[in-house]
């Protein structure tokens, strides 16, 4: 039983799986509210969802059930009621520490309890049992999923959000190519992201959206929405959570459009997916293609999603003149990004640059023109060769192949980088793992400060809301250079 809210109800996926790994012939129902009996269907380890419409209803069909055990997830006076009338020997209640969270809020007395995920809790509550617990990550695979509707065609994705977003957008192509065999599948996107997609196999159209140019406004929306009509697409698929985009996609008369339930414009999809924040957005992407009966767990190889491109005849002539060859260890550092407040400090990137050329490493900084001055800064106090604003997108991702590792702010290339299978060492300000855009793979290392204020924002901010910018002043040289080592792997850069 868990008889609460949307969140509360996807964070009980690890419970089913668990239930059924121990137990593989066991029944398992959930008990849940109506108007979130759809989450469950599907999951895999739900064998029937029960929609709660009144004591009287839930008792006669938990006593019809001939249940054996029940499991409380809820632990209140209702569900208190539906154990003790169920008439179910064995039982289990999670223990919910209401206490405590009332005496926090109320007065901050804080409680060591406070401290553990609800999702522990839940799986807490099965060692009664004598139920092991090994699986407590919440997957988008477990959400439910809409099958019945006929094969499409013609599908369209929406995506005009940052460069990381669209970067993270391509296993979601992959899954959508594979799941779909014979139909054509568009990507709609932002001129500047062009490049992530054009040459792609899973692509077979990149249709621009120019919104702050010739689509900008109603009339450019209108303009773009009648482009998207006239190729008469039975599918769309939104990733990208604003109104714009579903809007767009509702204008241009697609039948199907499938988004996730925190869209601005949710209320315009026919398919809504949970949008959780305990899951990386390559995840949470791939769900989208769960309402059309495809897989949308990670695959085994699913952080790889792009193949280095071999160096064009200008890129190596560039590398040349910054005495770069084919046999030296190339580090790729990134100090950029496009909030101020995401950037670690110059001079700490400098210092973190010599001490990779003293352990026989290239450091080569890169970035976009807006980087250039920051990127100069940096080669002048470090020696280090500095590639910022000379090497386009498709260059960079030629460059991922010579990399040994990546070092970065949370930014777009860090997820190029990840996706290209290079090592990542990121340094998180304003911006926390929590939000799903850390670099997705177990090579990785995130580097953050511990501090209540973060994050200050989904995309970080212009200035540090509170004047002190901790959350990057706390991040050291020691502690990118140990994860820097530790992602090398031992002993490598010593």
Not at 158 to 168: E, P
Not at 237 to 248: E, K, N
Not at 358 to 384: M, T
Not at 424 to 435: D, H, M
Request: charged letters at 20%; aromatic letters at 8%; one cysteine or more.
């Amino acid at each position: 039983m868990r008889l609460s809210s949307l969140g509360d109800v996807i964070l009980t996926g690890p419970v089913y799986k668990n239930l059924k790994a121990h137990w593989p012939d066991c029944r398992v129902c959930a008990l849940v509210k109506p108007q979130f009996a759809a989450v469950l269907k599907g999951h895999p380890g739900v064998d029937e969802v029960i929609a709660y419409r009144g004591l009287a209803d839930a008792l006669a069909r938990i006593r019809a059930g001939r249940f054996t055990h029940l499991l409380d997830l809820h632990a209140t006076l209702r569900s208190w009621l539906i154990r003790r009338l169920s008439g179910i020997p064995e039982q289990s209640v999670y223990r919910k520490d209401a206490l405590a969270r009332r005496l926090f809020v109320a007065f901050g007395v804080a409680s060591p309890s406070l401290q553990r995920h609800a999702v522990d809790r839940y799986l807490e509550a099965l060692a009664v049992w004598g139920v092991p617990a090994p699986m407590r990550a919440l997957s988008p695979a477990d959400w439910g999923a809409r099958a019945d509707a006929p094969s499409p065609r013609r599908v369209v994705v929406l995506q005009t959000s940052f460069l990381g977003d669209s970067l993270l957008t391509l296993p979601l192509l992959r899954r959508l190519k594979e799941s779909l065999p014979g139909a054509t599948l568009a990507v709609l996107t932002l001129p500047k992201h062009a490049e992530v997609f054009r040459g792609n196999a899973w692509v077979d159209e990149v249709l621009l959206d120019d919104k702050r140019g010739e689509h900008a406004g109603l009339a450019g929306l209108w303009r773009i929405a009648r482009r998207l009509k006239r190729r008469s697409f039975d599918l769309a698929v939104i990733p990208h959570r604003s109104l714009r985009s579903t809007l767009l996609a509702w204008l241009a008369g697609v039948p199907r459009r499938v988004g996730f339930s925190s869209s601005a414009g949710s209320f315009l999809l026919t398919d809504r997916v949970p949008f959780s924040w305990l899951a990386h957005d390559l995840e949470r992407n791939l769900a989208l293609a769960r309402p059309l009966g495809a897989a949308s767990a990670p695959a085994r190889d699913e952080e790889r999603y792009i193949e280095p491109s071999s160096l064009g005849c200008e890129l190596s002539r560039l590398l040349a003149e910054k005495d770069l060859s084919s046999t030296d260890r190339l580090v790729g550092v990134h100090p950029g990004a496009a909030w101020s407040t995401k950037r670690w400090l110059p001079e700490r990137f400098a210092e973190l640059c010599r001490r990779l050329a003293r352990a026989g490493f290239k450091p080569v900084l890169v970035g976009g023109p807006a980087d250039a001055p920051l990127g100069a800064e940096i080669a002048r106090a470090s020696g280090a060769a500095d590639l910022t604003g000379k090497t386009s997108l498709e260059d960079l991702k030629s460059l991922m192949g010579r990399f040994s590792l990546f070092v970065t702010n949370d930014s777009g290339p860090m997820h190029l980088a990840a996706a290209a299978g290079v090592p990542v060492v990121a340094a998180f300000g304003a911006t926390t793992r929590e939000l799903g855009f850390f670099p997705y793979g177990a090579a990785h290392r995130v580097v953050e400060a511990e501090l209540s204020c973060r994050p200050c924002g989904l995309h970080g901010a212009r200035a540090c809301p509170q004047g002190h910018f901790l959350c990057m002043r706390l991040v050291t040289v020691d502690l990118v250079w140990d994860a820097c080592r530790a992602a090398l792997g031992a002993g490598t850069a010593k």
